[in-house]
């Protein structure tokens, strides 16, 4: 039986989240702040974290960079009833794995937390390819055995192209999965991220290229 930490300070929806959360097989426990989610974690390690963002002593957004920083990778899903993009795009950058604005009907919820589970276990904790080793759960590329010290965003992208290695995918998408949100202007930050990668893995001798296909988008093979 999978364990999910609810934290929410509201307390008609915890004891609603926790209900149907418990008619739907999950061992629950629950916390009304962050001092006593920090409790629930130094006795129990949960599969996944439901979290509110606006909580009565600190901010759970504040909260899941601090898990994050600590190399904790446990899947989070953040409930918030502000649901405006800003939100969404900085609770998904802090590190969330996925984002539910409140109101919301208790079968998405449910719906939600399989999703998170069934991705969290579509990932491996690890990726080789030739000299390249990426350390999925610590958010590290090796190469030769030589950390390659990429930045978070470099580190997303390059983890998209091992995944999806000889294929095209196209500037929007990219941008979309590493920034959570869509590129709009921002094609400039891509495309430096994009050249700090290419060439960490020419100086690595990498034995891999990422080619631009004009109007197309980016391609990750073997040289």
């Known amino acids: 039986m999978k364990t999910i930490l609810?934290?929410?300070?509201?307390?008609?929806?915890?004891?609603?989240?926790?209900?149907?959360?418990?008619?739907?097989?999950?061992?629950?426990?629950?916390?009304?702040?962050?001092?006593?989610?920090?409790?629930?974690l130094l006795h129990r390690s949960p599969d996944a974290i439901v979290l509110d963002i606006m909580l009565p002593d600190g901010n759970g957004l504040d909260f899941l960079r601090e898990l994050r920083a600590a190399g904790n990778r446990i899947p989070v899903l953040m409930l918030t009833a502000r649901g405006e993009s800003a939100s969404v795009a900085k609770g998904l950058r802090a590190g969330a794995n996925d984002y539910?604005?409140?109101?919301?009907d208790y079968e998405v919820l449910l719906a939600r937390v399989e999703a998170l589970f069934r991705n969290v276990e579509q990932v491996p904790e690890a990726l080789e390819r030739g000299p390249l080793k990426l350390d999925i759960a610590a958010g590290r590329a090796f190469l030769n055995g030589v950390d390659m010290l990429l930045t978070q965003k470099e580190f997303s992208l390059l983890l998209l192209f091992v995944q999806d290695e000889g294929h095209v995918m196209s500037a929007e998408y990219l941008y979309k999965k590493s920034w959570g949100q869509p590129i709009g202007d921002d094609h400039r930050t891509l495309k430096k991220h994009m050249s700090n990668l290419r060439r960490k893995l020419e100086e690595g001798n990498s034995g891999y290229k990422i080619t631009a296909a004009r109007g197309e988008g980016y391609c990750?093979?073997?040289i």
């Open 100 to 104: 539910l604005g409140k109101p919301f």
């Open 220 to 222: 990750f093979e073997k």
């Open 6 to 40: 609810c934290i929410e300070d509201e307390r008609e929806v915890l004891d609603n989240n926790r209900a149907a959360l418990m008619w739907a097989g999950y061992a629950v426990l629950a916390a009304e702040n962050l001092a006593q989610a920090r409790k629930q």
